[in-house]
């Protein structure tokens, strides 16, 4: 069965800094990545997805992502941290069922922003 | 991106009763919806997938009878929380994705239920 984890639990970074989300994924075949941002009392956004192709993904709001089959990662990262990025971030992995297209989420990274 | 309307956004009602949420998909058709409940401080748990015209996929543990779904048109999906109570409340999450290969599922803003 795919799984989705997501290492860190909470992250705590500077404004200005820099981010590294960690996203590790268990999954039979080539999967569907996606990442994911909501905030308090909100639905989802999404902030990318990797299908196929490049596996530099460019998203929203600066974000981007690397797939390294090689180490079932799907790493989130942004190069300067704004103070408006603090959310709940998810990692997700689809699909869960072939044909099904549903997802499989990871718990989240919660990340706060020091200004 | 496309736009999925989830309505209403909260919503408090006493046990017994039923409440119906809604989940529009405003600029596209889709084949394809999917009800989620989220737990404070968790992740989204599936609940349900429901294609337009047929009869919802309900994941293990989730009682159809409780959670009904309906998925009538194209752009519009209804969950109907039955009989509610107070464990019933929760965060609901709805997504919508429009057919073909390849796309990704876009979300609703969220139904933040307490039943009381």
């Known amino acids: 069965a795919q799984s989705v984890t997501q290492p860190d639990i909470h992250i705590t970074v500077s404004e200005g800094a820099s981010l590294e989300l960690r996203c590790n994924y268990s999954?039979?075949?080539?999967?569907?990545l996606f990442w994911y941002v909501q905030s308090p009392g909100q639905g989802l956004q999404l902030l990318l997805k990797?299908?196929?192709?490049?596996?530099l993904v460019q998203g929203i709001k600066g974000f981007e992502a690397e797939f390294k089959r090689s180490q079932s990662s799907f790493n989130l990262r942004k190069p300067s941290v704004h103070w408006s990025d603090a959310a709940e971030y998810y990692c997700?992995?689809?699909?869960?069922?072939?044909?099904?297209?549903?997802?499989?989420f990871g718990k989240g990274t919660k990340l706060s922003v020091i200004p | 991106g496309a736009v999925v309307s989830q309505h209403p956004s909260r919503v408090i009602c006493k046990s017994g009763t039923s409440v119906k949420i809604e989940c529009r998909s405003l600029?596209?058709?889709?084949?394809?919806m999917f009800w989620y409940r989220q737990f404070p401080k968790q992740s989204l748990m599936l609940m349900a997938t429901s294609n337009e015209g047929s009869k919802a996929t309900y994941e293990q543990g989730v009682e159809k009878d409780k959670f009904l779904i309906n998925h009538a048109s194209l752009t519009l999906s209804t969950l109907t929380v039955t009989s509610a109570h107070p464990e019933d409340s929760s965060f609901y999450i709805c997504s919508a994705r429009r057919q073909g290969r390849n796309t990704e599922a876009f979300f609703g803003q969220g139904t933040r239920l307490t039943v009381v």
């Open positions: 997700a992995v689809g699909p869960s069922r072939a044909g099904s297209y549903q997802l499989t």
């Open positions: 600029d596209f058709q889709a084949t394809t």
């Open positions: 990797y299908f196929s192709g490049d596996t």
């Open positions: 999954y039979g075949a080539t999967p569907y």
